[in-house]
């Protein structure tokens, strides 16, 4: 049963059999995406839709309008004044109900436009020229093209293919016509280039010129937002700064009186007799009360394990602190948290644990039933401190809209990484959520990467930043691969030492070296594994297609499943051969289907084709026909031998290190991308006698934390089997110390995900996490491919940009392919 205890030799009633083919696709192979959850998705947003570009023709000089034209133009404008009334209306209504309405943001844009304005003169003029009223050229100032010669006289050929977006060989024959004194020198680069037996001219200097041009204008933009910042960071600075305790939690010279360590040095009263908070988390709750008080959101970018949930409930039971000791005029309430569906009940238990005097209300269901909900909370907000939902019940238009009229205080969005991208529709849809206040929750490090920062801090406080969102968003997009820019790019990299510096008041970032000092250590080694004679075959013979250039043309010998995607099936090869047919010949296939056919009544079998059943058959794997077998006694004579699944090297070493755990008193944490994967190491830890939980994607939502929880409370169960994705995030499982990655990730990032579920505030054991390498296979390079790719991540400034899965693949499949 799945996510449910196994026990030695179940049996299954067939008739309740619903069996599902798993094709590759449904692998665990790619993330998991919820509705409001596309990052990869370039759907324009709502109301996205293009200016048509047709311009009515106006009336000739000479040709005096008509009556009926001056009738037509003099009723469009009673309509426009109507409509203008109208929305005044509209607009006067939703600043008096609203109570997020803040006059200081018109401000605040004034400000920005004021700034942009001011900054023409020293940048350039644009589409102005004397006499016209328009021109297509760009009149560039004395200041940017100072600008221009001094970024190609010091720029590198990654760095010109970067930000001028242009090939190698030509950023390579621009910078090899150096030094450049005047811009009429770059404009003056040509090259000659063959295009069908002719010579065709490339204005190569002035295709450079006008892409820096471009791209030093997104520049300026994010100097004028980090200028921005850094005014409005000063005062939080001067308050921060008075405090007696820093960001680590560590107390500032001898101070006595713990009282005045900060503004608020305890728990609020909600809190008290449920929860006692770490120094640091108390200074993180005083921190976005700073931020709150200067309406200027943040991002809580903790460590993974640190408690950023603790600290989130803090700071909502301590506005309902001062809220009752008449600090605020109007209630800071309702506020909306915006969490991954997988975490929506941990959070909720959190709050029942931590302040269970809040009221929380959970909105989800249906969208009949959200509306209800929403009607419900708008009739008596003031009961309703706080709004819990998950990325995919907002994935309506309507769900944000409805959530604007209730009149929401702060919004809240734990796992915020999924709003760096400003092309992502879930950044879109969200970022339309109008409320008083915004924090941003990530465990995923927030490093040198200044577009992520600012797009991050656009979507905080869009009204802010919403003047240079199309130039922010342009930058965002022109980045290059890890390869392209490990000298970084030259102008962006002067900036970001400086704007991370700036930026800091509103990013609050420990670690868990940083702040847990008494913190057990967390111990990662690599166990290779040997295969046995039958599995190495089976992974070289992949081996030689995979190197083969015509892969995709080969004909199949009957078994699709081994053909569908050379590069999973050297993963799988490396880690257990039941994810092949290989037991099962098409011989045997064919006799299950006749014995099928007859024995099982088509109400259960539901296929009334034999040539069906029997292709159905041949595609699946040996462990799915052994799930046949298992199902239906009439074909179990055909099942493959008990110690098949003993035919992996890996299973050998997990059954070795779990028997040793044992012995010990451990706990371990299994973490697989592949569902399939658990499913056959369901069927060992059974075999083996071992009791065991299992998570994975298709695991309700609902009884995910059940799961969770008996594991933490019996001892008796030694392992959780996880799917890395699934299992990797919003969860706490400090009950185990140690974890076996029995099949890595393409993306660092997800393993280490995986590895804090154990190691994290409230673990009192050291944690060893074991990653299983299938010995001389794509494991070992996949391994290395990931550890260079984090190295060089952390040498890059400025376009550092996430590691994929397709970096990773493109690595590996170079090195087998010259081996």
Not at 495 to 506: D, G, Y
Not at 803 to 811: L, S
Request: glycine share 6%.
């Amino acid at each position: 049963m799945v996510g449910g205890l196994m026990a030695p030799a179940v049996k299954r009633d067939p008739v309740k059999r619903e069996f599902v083919k798993i094709s590759d696709d449904e692998l665990d192979t790619s993330p998991t995406r919820y509705a409001a959850d596309s990052s990869g998705d370039e759907r324009p947003a709502r109301g996205d839709i293009k200016r048509s570009s047709f311009q009515r023709q106006q009336p000739k000089a000479e040709s005096p309008p008509s009556a009926s034209l001056y009738k037509q133009q003099a009723s469009k404008q009673r309509l426009e004044k109507l409509i203008n009334l109208i929305d005044d209306d509209d607009d006067d209504d939703d600043d008096d109900d609203d109570p997020t309405s803040n006059d200081k943001d018109d401000g605040d844009n004034y400000v920005m436009e004021q700034q942009d304005e001011a900054s023409e003169d020293e940048s350039e003029i644009e589409g102005r020229s004397p006499g016209n009223g328009a021109t297509s050229k760009t009149l560039v100032g004395t200041k940017r093209k100072d600008k221009i010669l001094q970024y190609l006289g010091v720029c590198s050929v990654d760095s010109l293919m970067a930000d001028a977006k242009i090939q190698r060989d030509a950023a390579k024959y621009m910078l090899d016509k150096r030094p450049f004194r005047t811009i009429e020198q770059v404009k003056a680069v040509v090259k000659f280039k063959m295009s069908r037996g002719k010579k065709v001219r490339h204005d190569l200097g002035q295709e450079v010129f006008d892409e820096l041009v471009e791209y030093m204008k997104r520049l300026d933009a994010i100097d004028r937002v980090v200028q921005y910042c850094d005014t409005q960071g000063y005062n939080i600075r001067i308050k921060i700064g008075s405090w007696k305790m820093d960001q680590m939690g560590m107390t500032k010279g001898n101070t006595d009186d713990k009282s005045d360590i900060l503004p608020f040095s305890r728990e609020p009263k909600a809190m008290r007799d449920h929860c006692t908070m770490q120094p640091y988390q108390l200074f993180g709750m005083n921190w976005m009360w700073q931020l709150y008080g200067q309406r200027f959101g943040g991002i809580l970018a903790d460590d993974m394990g640190l408690g950023k949930t603790c600290q989130v409930v803090s700071f909502i039971a301590l506005l309902k602190d001062q809220f009752e000791a008449d600090y605020f005029q109007e209630r800071p309430w309702p506020n909306l948290i915006i969490v991954p569906p997988s975490v929506l009940e941990n959070w909720e238990n959190e709050f029942d644990k931590f302040a269970p005097d809040l009221s929380v209300i959970r909105y989800s269901g249906k969208p009949g039933e959200r509306d209800e909900l929403a009607l419900e909370i708008r009739d008596a907000p003031e009961e309703y401190h706080v709004i819990l939902t998950s990325y995919s019940q907002m994935s309506r238009f309507r769900d944000v809209s409805l959530m604007n009229k209730i009149g929401i205080n702060a919004a809240i969005f734990d796992e915020g990484h999924k709003l760096k991208n400003p092309n992502a529709q879930v950044y879109k849809d969200l970022i339309k959520i109008d409320a008083a206040w915004k924090l941003i929750m990530t465990g995923t490090p927030i490093q040198n990467n200044i577009m992520e920062m600012v797009s991050l801090l656009n979507f905080l406080s869009p009204n802010v930043f919403g003047h240079y969102s199309d130039h922010l968003q342009e930058l965002f997009v022109q980045k290059a691969s890890l390869q392209q820019v490990s000298e970084g790019a030259v102008l962006l990299s002067d900036r970001v030492k400086r704007a991370r510096s700036i930026l800091e008041p509103f990013i609050l970032q420990r670690t868990k070296e940083q702040v847990l000092t008494t913190m057990p250590a967390k111990i990662r080694k690599a166990v290779y594994c040997d295969m046995d004679g039958g599995q190495r075959q089976l992974y070289d013979d992949f081996v030689h297609k995979f190197r083969d250039a015509k892969i995709h043309r080969v004909r199949s010998d009957g078994r699709k499943n081994d053909m569908n995607n050379p590069w999973i099936q050297l993963r799988k090869a490396a880690i257990h051969p039941q994810l092949f047919r290989r037991f099962f010949t098409d011989e045997k296939c064919e006799k299950m289907a006749r014995v099928l056919m007859k024995s099982v009544p088509q109400d259960i079998l539901r296929q009334p084709n034999l040539t069906h059943l029997t292709t159905e058959l041949k595609n699946e794997s040996d462990f799915q026909l052994h799930l046949w077998c298992r199902d239906y006694p009439c074909i179990r004579s055909f099942d493959c031998p008990e110690d098949t699944w003993l035919e992996s090297g890996k299973v050998q070493k997990l059954l070795e290190l779990i028997g040793g755990y044992q012995e010990d008193g451990d706990r371990v944490l299994v973490f697989s991308r592949f569902a399939m994967v658990l499913s056959i190491l369901e069927e060992c830890l059974a075999q083996a006698g071992i009791r065991h939980l299992v998570l994975q994607g298709e695991t309700k939502v609902a009884e995910r934390q059940q799961l969770i929880d008996q594991f933490n409370d019996d001892k008796t169960i030694t392992v959780f089997l996880l799917t890395t994705k699934a299992g990797g995030t919003g969860i706490n499982l400090t009950a185990a110390n140690k974890i076996i990655l029995f099949d890595q990730s393409d993306n660092p990032q997800d393993d280490i995900q995986a590895e804090n579920r154990a190691h994290r505030l409230g673990q009192q054991r050291e944690v060893e996490v074991s990653r299983l390498l299938s010995k001389g296979t794509i494991d070992e390079l996949i391994y290395k491919a990931c550890q260079r790719k984090l190295e060089l991540a952390g040498q890059i400034t400025g376009h550092h940009e996430e590691i994929t899965g397709a970096d990773v693949e493109a690595e590996v499949s170079k090195i087998l392919l010259q081996e």
